[in-house]
């Protein structure tokens, strides 16, 4: 009798410490979850897990199995380009818990481009304004269509540097961006040379720039006209 009543308080006292250890890793040492830490990479590098790192769950009472841990990303309207990455799952109670990881995106490459004019020389010097057709093609590692606008154009003869933006008869910008140069040159025997400067431009602020030129020359060249 005495052994029967000893084994029944040996099985309620281990409920008891079971019940006990079970309350305590429900709320005393629940389940977390830790980041990967905040990165900043290339705006053209891999930014998935394998890459920028996994969240992991510390789980004190060791419950099998893990439950499942998923992300979602948002993005950031600006540049850099941050992305905050969600990593969530699921308590040993069954309550959400989560934490951020921010990865950022740094863009620091200058857009590369080719650009060249039609026409590229100008004749007869009769004085006419001449529409010149820019024709350029760009790359950028992360922005698909950097801007690439006229910056610059100068004049090589005395006193006929020519800005964009100022308003000498030989160089004119319209308002829709077409560019115009004056078929004409001084009495000298050089050429006018048109230096124009293009400017390229991705959308974190990184420039690079190009040149060309028109030439307005001193003689007839075979087969040179304005078309």
């Known amino acids: 009798m005495k052994n029967r009543e000893k084994s029944l308080s040996s099985i309620i006292w281990f409920v008891v410490v079971l019940a006990a250890w079970a309350l305590l890793c429900n709320y005393a040492n629940a389940s977390t979850i830790s980041c990967p830490p905040d990165i900043t990479i290339s705006c053209d590098s891999p930014t998935g897990p394998g890459y920028t790192g996994h969240a992991a769950i510390a789980d004190p ?24 990455r969600k990593w ?13 990881q921010k990865i950022t995106l740094k863009d620091t490459e200058p857009p590369t481009f080719h650009a060249l004019v039609k026409p590229d020389i100008l004749w007869p010097p009769n004085n006419e304004m001449i ?3 820019p024709v350029y093609s760009a790359f950028d590692n992360c922005d698909f269509y950097p801007e ?11 006193n006929s540097i020519a800005p964009i933006d100022n308003t000498m008869e030989d160089v004119m910008v319209d308002i829709y961006g077409s560019l115009y140069l004056r078929a004409k040159r001084s009495e000298s025997k050089n050429d006018r040379t048109y230096t124009i400067t293009f400017e390229a431009n991705d959308n974190c602020g990184n420039t690079s720039t190009q040149t060309t030129t028109v030439i307005v020359p001193s003689n007839q060249r075979m087969g040179v006209t304005n078309n």
């Open 61 to 84: 009472c060791g419950y099998e199995p893990e439950p499942a841990i998923t992300y979602t990303d948002s993005y950031s309207d600006q540049c850099p380009v941050v992305i905050t």
């Open 88 to 100: 969530q799952t699921t308590d040993a109670s069954g309550a959400p818990i989560s934490c951020q």
């Open 131 to 133: 529409q010149i057709m």
């Open 148 to 158: 690439i606008r006229i910056a610059d154009v100068t004049i090589n003869e005395p």
